[in-house]
């Protein structure tokens, strides 16, 4: 069910990046049917973000209000967990987004 | 002069009334806040560990000061709900905040007082000059078998502390440390909550070893209790705190600053020292300061702490931090805390 | 010159008692003994699926193949998620158009129905890029974050597309192997359940097993009395597979791409198009690709939706999933793109039954994941 320690270990160095960072949101979309990782979450909210360095990246949105999550709206990055994993699997850690307030 | 050169910390916005608690089971609400002396928790959220809690805590020091990511040698991280085993969070804290792989770095338990006691340590290396800084973190999303006491009082919450010698903020004088095996509270390796003694939990356990503790360091630094401006003692719940404050001859007035149990609830290691930064929102350069952490196992950390000039530039705003909050019920708390 | 002479078509639906061996071998076997033709008179196969490695952990199907229908010959298996199918005949095409009398049998299967909707939405979502699936991004809510720009960039609302839905239902009503026979509402489809906002239940495809085959061949011995279309092009484009990397979120690239080179190759206007089958894997899906292939404008899709200008009863001369969609007619993935082309094909040789709109020229629009890849071919008689 989950990814492979590797795996996590080398994108741990590329999200590292991304913390601390700023952007607006594109698009958004509130997910009920989910695969089997995220299934007990739902349903959560994924947007499409533009930094700003101009880059796009994708992430999950949390600790919103409805009135937040819009086309325009801005947006920061944070550290959460990502997603359920078997109880003896490495955890995954993941850049998501909160309102920029 | 040695001591903490900055600090951070991280309450969960979400709160749950211990009236919502009691509701559920049917227990008299009121009652149980009068005994307690405890109004509401803070609650992380359903995607939010030990590690990001403590990441948010300690982010805003690395991003004030990137240098100490080449000073600090060594980065301990004390909890009672790791969610390892075995695999630090200390690196994972570390790496995240991209400090360089030149540190040494352990996770620590001991109840609530699992991050003093590497505050401790920590201080000594730095003392000696083997390491310039460290970076110590309490962190907790403490649970609580559901329907006992514990429920009521067991809340989320982090904090930070860079240790150093340079722009000390609160210099730490003196310390001591009673230690004495006593099993008034655990939890086995393989279970998921821990389990406690009851009523033993208290003179036995509590008020005896934060007592001696205090009053040892008490006689070692030669002063009294009205000496201090502030005074913060562990927080398992509203009302033993104030009790030992009783006992010892200290007064209200002086509790009162780091007495924060009553709305964020008891974040076990992070605990005590909520109260050391409640303190440092509004201590005076020269003001003395009495803390004393206790674990369950049992042991309490003592300490004196002087506050220097150079608080002003440091102090974090806390109060009204900690007002913005928003409420949940069991429901939702049940959820929240179910992280896998 | 290239010509289908022959289609053959599973049902399409919850097949329980189907195994992906028995799909394929339905839809081989079966357009064999419709055309009376023998396996040994084929020369190649070419075959479409997209899950054979994820869900039923069986790669080399080429072998598969070759062990179930007891041949040596050349097999050759396309995966290109949901154009699979399209890309298993676009391949063949090009096949024939280097091979001089050959006839080829291109066949798709899908099985998707063994496991639950949580693995099936696992499983698709392998079409989406791992920056979209690692943070739980499902198939539905890509094109969820696409149908969001444009509903907002062009002020339509949720009806808009949810006219797509009762055409293509509307369609499928008179379609004997399509997956749902039974026509919808607009508010049945606004009463669903969200699968990932804005999209609901009845604006997505369903998961459907099923199997399809065409035989093609450019030996003209073979073309003589049989019912055949010639294939005046397949093209194909590509485009990123994050729609987080695409230069616009409210068009899909690779399909303008793919339809501009199908219409120059094949040396038609758009005006000639009489029928189209394009990929409807959600409301917001059809409306995007008529306005990519350039019969609406840009932004015009919704309002034309609304008018249900491409409806059977419609009036109009050009009319879109007469099969039903992959809405209605079901979307076992690797079948589809074959459906496509066999659908125009019953329309051009006047063997559409109840479903007959007047047809002389026909384009199938196949789309890969959230249009990473397309494949756009146009078919004459």
């Known amino acids: 069910m989950s990814q492979s320690p590797v795996k996590i270990w080398r994108k741990q160095k590329i999200n590292r990046n991304l913390l601390g960072k700023s952007g607006t949101i594109l698009s958004w979309t509130e997910i009920n049917v989910a695969p089997p990782q995220y299934s007990s979450k739902t349903p959560y909210t994924v947007i499409l973000v533009e930094l700003e360095d101009a880059s796009n990246i994708y992430g999950q949105f949390v600790d919103f209000e409805k009135s937040d999550r819009a086309i325009g709206k801005k947006v920061r990055t944070i550290l959460r967990r990502n997603g359920d994993v078997g109880p003896e699997d490495v955890l995954e850690y993941t850049i998501k987004f909160v309102p920029l307030s | ?340 | 010159m290239n010509s289908i002479i022959g289609y053959y078509s599973t049902k399409f639906g919850e097949l329980w008692d189907k195994s992906l061996d028995d799909l394929f071998l339905e839809a081989s076997t079966g357009i064999l003994s419709d055309l009376q033709i023998e396996i040994q008179q084929i020369d190649a196969i070419f075959v479409g699926n997209m899950l054979g490695g994820v869900v039923e952990k069986q790669l080399l199907l080429s072998a598969h193949l070759s062990e179930l229908l007891e041949v040596n010959i050349p097999i050759y298996r396309t995966e290109a998620a949901c154009a699979s199918g399209g890309m298993a005949f676009h391949s063949a095409n090009e096949y024939l158009k280097s091979n001089a009398n050959k006839t080829v049998l291109v066949l798709g299967a899908e099985k998707m129905t063994d496991i639950t909707a949580s693995e099936i939405t696992q499983a698709l979502a392998t079409a989406a890029s791992h920056k979209e699936q690692s943070v739980g991004l499902t198939f539905p809510g890509v094109y969820a974050l696409m149908a969001q720009v444009y509903l907002d960039r062009y002020g339509y609302t949720e009806e808009h597309l949810a006219a797509i839905s009762v055409k293509n239902h509307a369609h499928g009503v008179l379609n004997e192997n399509a997956h749902f026979r039974r026509y919808v509402t607009i508010d049945n489809v606004l009463e669903s359940p969200y699968v990932a906002y804005p999209l609901k239940v009845l604006d997505s495809s369903p998961i459907s097993d099923g199997a399809t085959s065409l035989i093609m061949t450019n030996d003209p011995q073979m073309v003589k009395k049989r019912k055949s279309v010639t294939v005046l092009s397949s093209e194909t484009a590509t485009d990123t597979i994050s729609i987080a990397q695409r230069k616009r979120l409210d068009e899909i690239e690779s399909t303008k791409v793919a339809g501009n080179n199908a219409f120059k190759t094949a040396k038609i206007q758009r005006k000639d198009i009489d029928v189209m089958e394009v990929h409807d894997c959600f409301s917001i899906a059809e409306i995007l690709a008529v306005e990519d292939l350039g019969f609406w404008k840009k932004g015009q899709g919704g309002s034309q939706a609304q008018e249900m200008v491409t409806y059977r009863k419609s009036g109009n001369n050009m009319i879109v999933n007469t099969s039903g969609g992959l809405k209605a007619a079901g979307h076992p993935v690797g079948s589809t793109g074959i459906k496509q082309i066999g659908e125009v094909y019953l329309q051009l040789t006047r063997q559409a039954k109840e479903r007959q709109v007047p047809a002389t020229h026909g384009l199938a629009h196949n789309l890969g994941g959230s249009g990473g890849i397309a494949v756009v071919s146009i078919l004459g008689i």
């Open chain 2, 1 to 340: 002069m040695f001591g903490i050169v900055d600090y951070g910390f991280y309450i969960p916005k979400y709160r749950i009334k211990i009236e919502e608690i009691a509701n559920q089971w049917e227990k008299c609400a009121d009652k149980v806040e009068l005994s307690l002396k405890i109004v509401e928790k803070a609650v992380a959220g359903i995607d939010e560990d030990v590690l990001t809690m403590a990441y948010e805590a300690a982010s805003p020091i690395i991003e004030v000061d990137t240098t100490l990511r080449q000073k600090i040698g060594a980065v301990f991280v004390g909890s009672e709900t790791f969610q390892y085993a075995v695999k630090p969070t200390a690196t994972s804290l570390a790496e995240w905040l991209d400090l360089s792989n030149d540190y040494l770095a352990y996770d620590t338990q001991f109840a609530c007082k699992a991050a003093t006691g590497a505050l401790i340590s920590a201080l000594g290396m730095v003392k000696s000059g083997d390491i310039d800084s460290a970076l110590v973190c309490a962190t907790d999303k403490a649970n609580a078998r559901p329907k006992d006491i514990l429920e009521y009082s067991a809340g989320s919450g982090a904090n930070a502390w860079v240790l150093g010698s340079k722009n000390v903020i609160a210099e730490i004088v003196s310390w001591h440390s009673y230690s004495s095996d006593t099993p008034d509270f655990w939890r086995r390796a393989k279970a998921e909550y821990p389990s406690h003694a009851g009523r033993f939990t208290g003179a036995p356990a509590y008020f005896h070893h934060l007592g001696e503790a205090v009053k040892r360091l008490l006689k070692k630094t030669n002063s009294k209790p009205t000496d201090y401006s502030h005074v913060v003692f562990h927080m398992p719940n509203g009302s033993f705190p104030l009790k030992a404050a009783k006992q010892l001859g200290f007064s209200k007035e002086q509790m009162e600053v780091g007495y924060v149990v009553p709305t964020v609830g008891n974040s076990y290691s992070a605990s005590a020292l909520m109260g050391l930064v409640a303190v440092f929102e509004v201590a005076r350069p020269g003001d003395h300061i009495l803390f004393a952490s206790y674990g369950s196992g049992a042991g309490s950390d003592a300490m004196q702490l002087k506050i220097t000039k150079d608080i002003d530039a440091k102090r974090k705003q806390f109060k009204k931090s900690i007002a913005q909050k928003e409420y949940i019920d069991y429901g939702t708390y049940a959820k929240f805390m179910n992280l896998k």
